[in-house]
């Protein structure tokens, strides 16, 4: 069945950085689009970025452009968020989500928060 784990979430200060990563498995990883999406507190869902299959598009947000870049390693089924400048509105749950055949699948989600 489809996996997905995120990882390396956790206590950053604002203007600092961290990187998430979603490990998958259940699926043919390298055939499929991957997406961040992210839920701050008390807020719906937000769509924070996707990557193409082969890693050759990536598209951001505008809250996140600039700041955030998407990767993904097919040979290690991870992607990855590198994300740097970070700011106290990025907190969030932030959550890998994969679409295949009409469905979502969802990763139990990393929390990430901004905060001096």
């Known amino acids: 069945q489809v996996q997905l784990v995120e990882s390396g979430g956790g206590l950053a200060q604002p203007g600092g950085s961290l990187r998430l990563s979603c490990a998958a498995s259940?699926?043919?990883?390298?055939?499929?689009?991957m997406n961040w999406v992210r839920q701050a507190p008390g807020k719906g869902l937000e769509w924070v970025s996707g990557?193409?299959?082969?890693?050759?598009?990536?598209y951001y947000a505008d809250s996140v452009k600039g700041r955030f870049t998407i990767s993904r390693d097919n040979a290690q089924n991870t992607v990855y968020l590198q994300m740097t400048s970070l700011k106290p509105e990025d907190t969030a749950v932030y959550y890998c989500?994969?679409?295949?055949?009409?469905?979502?699948?969802w990763g139990q989600g990393t929390q990430v928060t901004v905060s001096s």
């Open positions: 990557i193409y299959s082969d890693g050759s598009e990536t």
């Open positions: 259940g699926f043919t990883f390298s055939s499929y689009a």
């Open positions: 989500n994969m679409e295949r055949a009409g469905r979502d699948y």
